[in-house]
């Protein structure tokens, strides 16, 4: 399927020093809008007439003005007239009606002359619809390459990937300590990494669309799963539970009012089980598939259809294998931390246990019901990575695809 018009290839024109700021400033302000406006994208836009900028905006909330119209808005309460000026945006022009009406529209009937975007739309609605129609209807067009192209590509992989392949895109978190463990003994703090990076942890769950967690995990430290952080969108809570075992008084279960649970489970899961889980509040969904890396294709594809565009991968150990078996993990980001832990004899850090390298399926099955690959998956080399400080913690993010 072609998604991008070919036509809109010739619109391309040198840009200058000017114009790259002005992208910038648009890119600043598209990330108002993170966590508040899935499953559409992050879009800022900058209107300028003879060196100055007289209307700025971006999309703030879903259902809500696109940025375009959120610009020529505050253009209007500046008293400015945007006749004959650029608009710089960060995602083309939309040509479709869908929540708003079209922003190509909103571009040609304010009689802007020039528009300068950051990045196509990928999705085949859009498809250079847009730039097309506004090319046809006297606009020059400007596309960008380079640095604020890329920019914008990555501001928004989680509705890229999600339009190109109608999945979520998956961030996979994982905290360790200086020898290896991603998970502290009975008894002991749950907590590895700092108080920082838990804030920060907070402030990403609020910008995913859900939450996932092996059953492993909800069994051993009974999360919430919700974010902590002002002003928060709770995200959907999903378990992994090939058993469908996830106890009806956790604190999953018992706080349904503040944010729903998904339980992914397998066909071989107990129907009494399932029964319960339904009617106590929470969904369950059989995830078709005869391995861990199957079920998580499954269940990643009924999430895209979900309009789910963004999933951020928590714990443990075992599903996070069962995503790289699958090809899952588009970015991951580990913090360690500055402790050593220790191994326990028998518990749930006999040992490290590497993302690809999963543990023996009998310890697997026992500690999270979910059998592993029998073999890794081949090594996969990031993109692109970074190392930063985190209060006492180091964080490592590392990009493992681009949509």
Not at 67 to 89: H, K, M, N, Q, S
Not at 291 to 315: N, Q, Y
Request: aromatic content about 2%; some cysteine.
């Amino acid at each position: 399927m072609r998604l991008i018009d070919e036509s809109i290839r010739t619109m391309n024109s040198q840009l200058n020093a000017t114009d790259q700021a002005h992208l910038r400033r648009a890119l600043e302000l598209a990330e108002g809008g993170r966590g508040r406006v899935s499953p559409n994208p992050l879009v800022g836009a900058v209107i300028v007439r003879d060196a100055e900028v007289i209307g700025e905006g971006f999309h703030a909330e879903l259902g809500g003005p696109h940025a375009e119209r959120a610009a020529l808005e505050d253009c209007r309460r500046r008293g400015g007239d945007p006749t004959g000026a650029t608009i710089y945006v960060t995602l083309e022009p939309c040509a479709h009606r869908g929540r708003q009406p079209p922003c190509a529209e909103a571009v040609l009937g304010a009689g802007l002359a020039r528009v300068v975007v950051a990045s196509e739309d990928p999705s085949e609605k859009a498809s250079g619809r847009g730039p097309g129609i506004l090319r046809d209807g006297g606009v020059e067009v400007a596309f960008a390459a380079g640095a604020e192209a890329a920019a914008a590509r990555l501001l928004n992989q989680p509705f890229r990937k999600h339009a190109r392949t109608g999945l979520p895109l998956v961030v996979l978190k994982q905290a360790m300590s200086l020898d290896g463990r991603t998970a502290t003994a009975p008894g002991d703090s749950p907590w590895i990494s700092g108080e920082q990076s838990r804030a920060l942890v907070h402030r990403w769950r609020a910008e995913a669309d859900a939450i996932a967690v092996g059953i492993g995990t909800a069994l051993a430290d009974d999360p919430l799963l919700t974010a902590r952080h002002p002003d928060a969108r709770q995200p959907l809570r999903v378990v992994f539970d090939s058993s469908a075992q996830l106890p009806l008084d956790s604190q999953l279960m018992t706080t349904l009012d503040q944010a729903p649970v998904l339980v992914v489970a397998s066909p071989e899961a107990d129907a009494g089980r399932i029964s319960a889980l339904r009617d106590a509040g929470a969904e369950v969904l059989v995830a078709s598939g005869e391995t861990p890396a199957d079920r998580v294709g499954s269940a990643l594809a009924e999430l895209g259809r979900r309009g789910v565009t963004s999933l951020f991968l928590e714990g443990g150990a075992t599903l996070a294998a069962a995503f790289v078996a699958a090809g899952q993990v588009d970015e991951s980001r580990v913090f360690v931390a500055p402790v050593l832990l220790g191994g326990v004899e028998g518990g749930r850090r006999a040992g490290p246990v590497a993302v690809g390298d999963p543990p023996p399926p009998a310890v697997a099955k026992a500690s999270s019901g979910v059998v592993p690959p029998t073999a890794p998956p081949a090594r996969v080399a990031a993109l692109e990575s970074r190392v930063e400080r985190v209060g006492e913690d180091t964080l490592i993010t590392a990009r493992l695809k681009e949509w």
